[in-house]
Each structure stands twice: as structure tokens, then as C-alpha cells.
């Protein structure tokens, strides 16, 4: 099955920088690699997706870059605020069904 | 904007019991899921269940396990007999057409087992 590390595990920021998590992934059928933010006690949710066709994505102040080739993708936040404070995972799936596999989260904190 | 519905929000039962949670996907949706997240954990899938039927299971989804669709519109999840490790919140997901991307996640239920 697929194996997903994610690091590092936690993150600590100064208000207003940027921070970087990245996950790596084994299964080379994977085609779709979305990061998910999760609020304790709360639903994960999605923040952003890329497709293996793309290789980045960027929405305001996040980004996503893949390397499918290396088998990497990373999630990039810059101006980082107190509120994007939260546990971060990546989840890629695989081809040819639709179940996530979910790295072990990052912590991140934004200190204001 | 569209969200998938899960009741109870917690859930309480006797070791042994067996406990249903419900789920509503979104309504155009056409995949369905169930994932548990055991406290400080990460996310594990469970289940994945599309055209009336099981498309992928994994391990922790033995035969105390079970899914249902049984009308247009409810997701279950059954666990017959329940034990403590089955404490953990409970994840109900769907997603739609074009190879099932967009996944939503409900917003869960707390199952505690004493």
C-alpha cells in the first residue's frame, strides 16, 4: 500500500512568515495530492488539490508544488497569520480508486 | 455551499453494543467513505463504497464492520460489537464525478466505548 511520510512533524513561525510542509509518497499511481487543515475537534478540511498533470497551484496565500518524479508535494503558506495555526495533512490517492492516505500531520504554529 | 451531514455528533456505548452512525452525503455525490481518526492520531480509511457496493476496504474494517446505503439518501456505518480501541472520531466523506475529487468530510462522530 501507499506510505506516506510528512515533515516535519511540528512548526513553529513568527507571525507574517512563510512555511513550507512537505510529503513524500511510494505509490507511483497516485494522481491526485491534496493537503487538508485540520482545527482541534473539527472536520479535516481541504485547503488546496493539484493533479499530476500540474506541477504547482496557487491560491492567495497558499501554493501547492508537485514533483512526481521524486515523489514529493509541498504545501507553502506565506504571510503566515495566528490563525492558520492548526494540524496540516497531506493525503494523496491513488489511481486507480478513490481512498486518501493520510500522512501524520503537522502541527503548525503562527506566533503573533 | 453543500455539506455532508453525520449524526450523533458523540456517541457513548458499552463494550459489546453495537453502534450505527449515520451519515448524509452531499446529494450529486456518487462516492462514499468512511474514515476514523483515533485522538492525536493521523486519518485512516476504513471504507470506500460506490454503486450500491464495497469498492475498497482496509484492514481495520473486519467483520464487526459494516456499510449501508439504505435509501436515496443515508450512509451507515454499523459496528456490531463494539471494543475500546473502536473509540476514536468517525469521518463520513463523499465526492462527486470526474474520478472522485473534492472530497467533503462530514463533521463527525465521537465514539467513546466504556
Known amino acids: 500500500g501507499e506510505n506516506v511520510e510528512q515533515h516535519p512533524s511540528t512548526l513553529s513561525v513568527q507571525e507574517g512568515d512563510s512555511a513550507v510542509i512537505k510529503c513524500t509518497y511510494s505509490?507511483?499511481?497516485?494522481?491526485?495530492f491534496p493537503w487538508y487543515k485540520q482545527e482541534l475537534g473539527k472536520r479535516p478540511q481541504l485547503i488546496i488539490d493539484?493533479?499530476?498533470?500540474?506541477g504547482e497551484k496557487k491560491d492567495q496565500r497558499i501554493a501547492v508544488t508537485l514533483n512526481k518524479t521524486a515523489k514529493h508535494f509541498s504545501l507553502h503558506i506565506t504571510e503566515t497569520q495566528p490563525e492558520d495555526s492548526a494540524v496540516y495533512f497531506c493525503?494523496?490517492?491513488?489511481?486507480?480508486?478513490?481512498?486518501?492516505?493520510f500522512g501524520k500531520g503537522t502541527l503548525l504554529t503562527v506566533n503573533p | 455551499e453543500p455539506e455532508v451531514t453525520q449524526t450523533p455528533s458523540h456517541q457513548v456505548t458499552q463494550m459489546g453494543q453495537e453502534v450505527i452512525l449515520r451519515c448524509v452525503p452531499i446529494?450529486?455525490?456518487?462516492?462514499f467513505y468512511w474514515y476514523r481518526q483515533i485522538l492525536g492520531q493521523k486519518v485512516e480509511f476504513l471504507v470506500s463504497?460506490?454503486?450500491?457496493?464495497?469498492?475498497?476496504k482496509s484492514e481495520i474494517f473486519d467483520d464487526q464492520f459494516s456499510v449501508e446505503r439504505p435509501d436515496g439518501s443515508n450512509f451507515t456505518l454499523k459496528i456490531r460489537s463494539t471494543k475500546l480501541e473502536d473509540s476514536a472520531m468517525y469521518f463520513c466523506?463523499?465526492?462527486?464525478?470526474?474520478?472522485?475529487?473534492?472530497?467533503?468530510f462530514g463533521s463527525g462522530t465521537r465514539l467513546t466505548v466504556v
Open positions: 505509490d507511483s499511481a497516485s494522481n491526485y
Open positions: 446529494s450529486n455525490h456518487l462516492y
Open positions: 493539484i493533479r499530476s498533470n500540474v
Open positions: 463504497f460506490y454503486n450500491n457496493e464495497i469498492s475498497e
Open positions: 466523506a463523499s465526492s462527486g464525478t470526474g474520478g472522485g475529487y473534492g472530497y467533503t
Open positions: 493525503a494523496p490517492r491513488q489511481g486507480s480508486n478513490y481512498k486518501l492516505t
